[in-house]
Nanobody, 125 residues
């Protein structure tokens, strides 16, 4: 059974930081590109960041560039999102997603092969 389980979300003040984790199982994690997407209250799905299968190439949405860092540990089947200098507009449910042949910058879940249930991040004044 394929599983992607996110953790690390929570409540944080503006300027604070969180580190999200996504533990994968049930598929060959090391050959998939991994992404983080988010959906804020009343908003559509937004692509946040992506990393290639080996971890050597990363990309970020302009809204998070310079503040967020994506990384992965293929030995642990886990992808991370370090989020610094958090802003209220970062409030959202964050999901990780996996794609083998599709675009890792897609902003629709159906374009990925697998995705998790998400973890809530709330940045409050």
């Amino acid at each position: 059974e394929v599983q992607l389980v996110e953790s690390g979300g929570g409540l944080v003040q503006p300027g604070g930081f969180l580190r999200l984790s996504c533990a994968a199982s049930g598929f060959t994690f090391s050959i998939y590109a991994m992404s983080w997407v988010r959906q804020g209250p009343g908003k559509g799905l937004e692509w946040v960041s992506a990393i290639n299968s080996e971890g050597g190439s990363t990309s970020y949405a302009d809204s998070v560039k310079g503040r967020f860092t994506i990384s992965r540990d293929n030995a642990k089947n886990t992808v991370y999102l370090q989020m610094n200098s958090l802003k209220p507009e970062d409030t959202a449910v964050y999901r990780c997603a996996a794609t083998l042949y599709g675009s890792p910058t897609a902003s629709a879940l159906y374009e990925y092969d697998y995705w998790g249930q998400g973890t809530q991040v709330t940045v409050y004044p």
